[in-house]
């Protein structure tokens, strides 16, 4: 129960930070409005699921085998998440500029987060070197991959639902420099402190 705990913390914050799956929901939810953002937010859900099942196609018969290559994918998920804090902390904010195009099609909208999310760095490095920190790949580990996978996928819905909720409440805020900058300045904490401790877990 606290490592689905802990990964249910860790899959929460890599939800939460900025990354393309967000300012798609955000850009969608400023310029469209919370229904317009659904179908964007859908298909990174569904697209989580795809990278998940590639993943675990080979990763687990590797990790399955080797310690050494298990400890080598532990220290790139933590050097990636340190990276990731980094990049957030220090990038610039740039401001999303509203519209007034028409609405998406629910089925576009669908399609641009199923392959956004499907060929985001984020998501992939996610599930190939951090999500099987938390899978027994020597056991018959089918029932607990289904659940980690089901718990990431509904929080990025729930995350997101939140976001485009929040985007289209206060529109004037998230278009600031200052409130994006908030944002990369949290995201970017949390992910370094999580890197740093993913670094020094043991299996």
Known sequence: METYL??????????????????????????FGFSGAIGGIFGIAFGTFIVALISATSVGVILA???????IMKYIGA??????????????????????????????QFMEGLLLQTTNPKAVF?????????????????????????????????????????AK?????????KGVRIINRLGGATFMCFGVGLASANK
């Open 169 to 177: 409440s206060a529109r004037g805020w998230l278009s600031t420099p």
């Open 79 to 108: 050097t990636y998440l340190i990276y990731l804090g980094i990049k957030l902390w220090c990038s610039t904010p740039k401001t999303m500029k509203m519209k007034g195009d028409l609405k998406k099609s629910m089925k576009f």
């Open 6 to 31: 802990i990964f249910v913390t860790i899959a929460a914050v890599t939800v939460l930070s900025p990354g393309p799956g967000v300012i798609l929901t955000l850009s969608n939810a400023i310029r």
């Open 126 to 166: 996610f599930f190939m070197s951090i999500f099987p920190q938390f899978v027994d790949f020597t056991k018959d580990y089918h029932e607990t991959f289904i659940l980690l996978v089901v718990t990431y996928s509904s929080l990025v819905l729930f995350i997101h639902m939140i976001y485009a909720y929040l």
């Open 65 to 71: 085998t080797s310690s050494i290559i298990f400890t």
